[in-house]
């Protein structure tokens, strides 16, 4: 008769795992669209999005300069209960995208206006197009932190009227205010 033997934290682990594996975000995570798209100078830069046929309302969360997409699947969770299509990718040097140097621990960059061109990029691939522009009654840039800038920049870019209507950003403590 074999005796096994359990530590406490091995039940913790497996029941964390579990929790973790049935959690609405984790599950909501798992059903994103992603792909790679080519941004300043070649690089492949990863991108994800959440939609659904019934939102009529987009938003396109550029996230921290050291962050990755991973880190934001409750604020991607929370925006689609919201109903808004959410967009999002993971800057040059960060998280799934292609890097200029091989430490994966080092951000680098040759120019600011790479980030401003490859947000730039992100947004005519994904939200200007003309069928994009007939779902969507509003349009909206989530960023906090350095990306606030970028998303300035790629905004004072703009010079079609139906460009501008992409070109509202959002800093983070403004988008939960309560009412």
């Known amino acids: 008769m074999e005796n096994k033997r359990t ?39 990863y991108w994800c ?15 921290g300069r050291t962050d990755a997409c991973i880190k934001y699947q409750a ?13 999002s990718y993971d800057h040059r040097g960060q998280g799934q995208s292609q890097r200029l140097i091989l430490s994966s621990d080092i951000g680098h960059v040759v120019e600011f206006k790479d980030y401003v061109d490859d947000l730039n990029t992100f947004l ?18 989530y960023s906090e932190s350095e990306p606030c800038s970028l998303a300035h920049f790629c905004n004072a870019r703009k010079k079609s009227a139906s460009d501008t209507n992409v070109g509202v950003y959002l800093h983070q403590k403004s988008l939960f205010r309560n009412k």
Do not use: M
């Open 124 to 141: 005519t691939q994904h939200l200007v197009d003309q069928e994009q522009q007939k779902k969507y009654q509003k349009r909206f840039i």
């Open 7 to 45: 530590f406490s934290q091995e039940n913790s682990c497996e029941n964390q795992l579990n929790d973790a594996q049935n959690n609405p975000v984790a599950q909501f995570w798992q059903s994103r669209q992603e792909g790679h798209f080519i941004g300043q100078a070649g690089l492949r830069l």
């Open 49 to 63: 999005q959440f939609t659904a046929p019934e939102h009529n309302k987009a938003i396109i969360v550029v996230n």
């Open 75 to 87: 604020v991607f969770f929370d925006l689609f209960q919201q109903g808004y299509d959410v967009y």
